[in-house]
């Protein structure tokens, strides 16, 4: 790959990113292009817009991983894309309100299930995607695996109605949504990139105070998603530090007294030793 054929300058991708343009690099057309043999993209893409991307990169070369990865074992592989989500996600675009019907817990399925679908959640631990959706039953939020959907189709809502409805769930979810404010160690700066990465699946924002040479991590996210957001932090250790966020403080604070009275009075203990690697805690 040419090393000049994408230029990392702010202004370029500044005017690229206004004109709704995006630079893409011949590894990224190759990546592109074999990630479509995947019998998945005849469900992720409509046929009109899968058959002309293949077309695009019809003179691209395909990644060949069989020359340098040997499969020996693996889990057992489960679709990271639904044939519901483009469906479900033309609904929500468009405003309209959704009739469900799914399958129960233990049995059974359960019909004429009427609400406004608000948006597509993918959860990173159990790899299932999830329909966010306002029941107008007045039995509020709910959210519902796509694996246990069985059928979806659209209503049509007066714009008043659905616009009101989206206000409501909006009210819901800021109620449920919690903030923190992670300050990245001085002498951790280096790894930016890194830990940016581990927060990818969270809302977020980054601001860099020059004085200080301090660099903070903005993160929203839902109140069930804070033990999820605490095991990336603690994965982090001594890397980060939370210094906004109580609940979440206050969370670490209980973790990290729990760790210490485990192994307090332990005959391996030894106090007064450096912590070793990345085992140190945030806080």
């Not at 994408?6 to 690229?16: C, D, G, P």
């Not at 995947?38 to 469900?43: E, F, G, L, M, R």
């Not at 483009?86 to 299930?113: C, D, F, W, Y």
């Not at 809502?157 to 616009?163: D, S, Y």
Request: with cysteine.
């Amino acid at each position: 790959m040419n090393p000049f054929e994408k230029i990392f300058n702010y202004q370029i991708l500044s005017r690229l990113d206004a004109a709704d343009s995006i630079a893409l690099t011949a590894h990224e057309r190759s990546w592109l292009k074999t990630m479509l043999e995947h019998p998945a993209s005849s469900d992720a893409f409509a046929a009109e817009t899968l058959s002309g991307l293949r077309d695009l990169l019809r003179g691209e070369t395909a990644i060949d991983s069989r020359e340098y990865i040997a499969e020996k074992a693996r889990s057992r592989e489960r679709q990271v894309y639904h044939p519901l989500l483009r469906p479900l996600r033309r609904m929500i675009q468009e405003g309209h309100g959704i009739r469900l019907t799914s399958k129960l817990k233990h049995g059974g399925v359960q019909a004429n299930q009427s609400g406004l679908p608000i948006k597509l959640e993918y959860n990173m631990v159990k790899r299932e995607w999830y329909l966010l959706w306002l029941s107008m039953r007045g039995r509020g939020l709910m959210s519902t695996k796509l694996q246990h959907i069985v059928a979806a189709e659209p209503i049509v809502l007066e714009p008043a109605r659905a616009a009101a409805l989206r206000d409501l769930a909006s009210a819901i979810l800021e109620e449920r949504r919690t903030c923190a404010v992670i300050e990245i160690v001085r002498e951790y700066n280096a790894e930016l990139s890194r830990i940016l990465y581990a927060f990818s699946c969270f809302d977020k924002t980054v601001s860099y105070d020059e004085d200080r040479d301090l660099y903070h991590i903005r993160i929203s996210c839902l109140a069930d998603e804070s033990e999820f957001l605490l095991s990336k932090i603690r994965f982090l250790g001594r890397r980060v530090r939370i210094v906004e966020g109580e609940q979440l403080q206050r969370r670490m604070r209980e973790s990290a007294a729990w760790a210490l009275a485990r192994y307090e009075g332990s005959p391996d203990s030894q106090p007064d030793s450096q912590p070793q690697g990345d085992a140190g805690s945030a806080s």
